[in-house]
């Protein structure tokens, strides 16, 4: 097969291991099975006695928003119950689709680090296991291959998509295991049991972790954007709770010059607090866990695609976690969930913070994530699903085909939602 014409490298050497790193798919299906073993040896994944004997399958795995993807099967010369053979391999670059290569060629330079990280001995939570991970910050071109999570087999749960709680019969359940698996891990890294490249290799960098709570915008334009949310809560009220409303919406108007003017004091807060501050997952939505039932012990998770990993306000991670969460989630269970979460934490050795101290970061930064990007969420559904208005309800099964308006909707719902119930110009008088 030749080389399409718009690819324009085959491999890169990787900052890490200075091995060849391939930089799209078909460089790593020529490159083989010595390649694999190289790679897998020079990672610490495959023992110096074994190697990777063929390729048994190598195919594109449709889906995802950034880089090429496949599903790879190998065979070893000595099989071992210990190495995976069904493996998932994902490159930084798509080269063939400009928006895809755009959107997440930087995305993979921290869930390489975080491979390296994660096949410590004795590490807190389950992860994919990583087989090999290199980067080349020039290029933004890098490869992870891990074990391949079969969902639906042997055991583990079908994949739970993002803002779909109504499928399931107790997201709850869900959602306490990952909250689990975050507190552990920052614990696990305050604590000092992680290894100790991890400062070197995730450091804090207040600025970048702030970075999304910026808002360029007056006061006056806010109120453009409320008014317009409101208008299209008017057109579809169908698709909200019953508190979120116009009134809400001219609420929020009336409150955000506040935000808007004071955001500088804001982002200095939620970096303020070494407490608060610990390596976690940005996005442990329950669309990137997989789930499955231990005997003794229940509903266990693992936790997958940790791009923009890094040490965050763990607000941020909270967040992150609960922000495709259903209204009825958010308001039966969430306080629940965060006392959950700052127990976990201090039981497993992490700083000792207090259930209204979590709770008054979380609502810091929902407000700026909120003002800064889900207030114009109204356009972003119509241009993705024109039809949204004429759907019964949030859950209405026509959304399930239409994924980024379903989100667009629920998260703007849940942050508004939270505005309503937490009262954020109260959070905000108590914070600064």
């Not at 890490?16 to 610490?44: D, K």
């Not at 997958?304 to 039966?332: E, K, P, R, Y």
């Amino acid at each position: 097969m030749s080389k399409p014409a718009q690819i324009p490298y085959d491999f890169v050497v990787g900052d890490m291991t200075g091995l060849q790193v391939p930089s799209h798919g078909q460089s790593l299906r020529q490159a083989g099975a010595g390649y694999l073993t190289e790679a897998f040896r020079a990672f610490g994944s495959l023992p110096p006695d074994n190697a990777v004997a063929r390729i048994a399958e190598y195919r594109p795995c449709i889906g995802g928003s950034t880089g090429e993807k496949f599903f790879l099967t190998v065979e070893y010369e000595r099989a071992d119950p210990a190495l995976h053979t069904r493996l998932f391999v994902k490159f930084s670059r798509d080269f063939r689709n400009r928006v895809r290569d755009d959107r997440g060629k930087y995305e993979l330079a921290s869930e390489v680090r975080f491979a390296a990280v994660s096949r410590a001995a004795d590490f807190p939570i389950r992860v994919p296991a990583a087989y090999f991970a290199d980067y080349e910050d020039a290029t933004n071109t890098g490869v992870l291959i891990t074990e391949r999570i079969d969902f639906g087999c042997g055991g583990i749960e079908p994949h739970r998509a993002k803002c779909t709680d109504d499928r399931l019969p107790n997201p709850a359940e869900h959602y306490r295991v990952i909250i689990r698996s975050l507190a552990r891990i920052a614990a696990a890294h305050r604590s000092g049991r992680l290894p100790r490249s991890v400062s070197q290799r995730f450091p804090f960098e207040p600025n970048e972790m702030v970075k999304s709570c910026h808002m360029p915008f007056t006061g006056d334009e806010v109120v453009e954007k409320t008014t317009a949310f409101a208008d299209f809560i008017r057109e579809a009220p169908q698709l909200f709770p019953v508190n979120v409303t116009p009134h809400l919406l001219e609420r929020v108007g009336a409150q955000a010059g506040r935000l808007v003017a004071r955001q500088g004091d804001v982002r200095r807060f939620l970096v303020s607090d070494p407490d608060m501050i610990a390596l976690c997952h940005w996005n442990a939505n329950i669309d990137n866990a997989w789930f499955w039932r231990d005997e003794r012990e229940g509903l266990q998770c693992g936790l997958m695609d940790w791009g923009h990993v890094g040490q965050l306000n763990l607000a941020f991670s909270i967040w992150g976690c609960l922000s495709g969460a259903s209204v009825d989630t958010w308001n039966s269970h969430s306080a629940a969930l965060f006392s959950l979460f700052v127990e976990e934490l201090a039981a497993h050795g992490g700083p000792e913070i207090a259930v209204e101290q979590l709770t008054l970061h979380l609502d810091l930064y929902v407000a700026m994530m909120g003002l800064s990007y889900f207030v114009d969420s109204p356009a972003r559904i119509l241009r993705a699903f024109p039809g949204a208005v004429r759907a019964s309800g949030a859950f209405d099964p026509v959304f399930l085909d239409h994924e980024s308006a379903r989100n667009q909707l629920h998260i703007a719902t849940a942050f508004l939602n939270l505005w309503d119930r937490h009262g954020f110009e109260r959070s905000l008088d108590a914070a600064i």
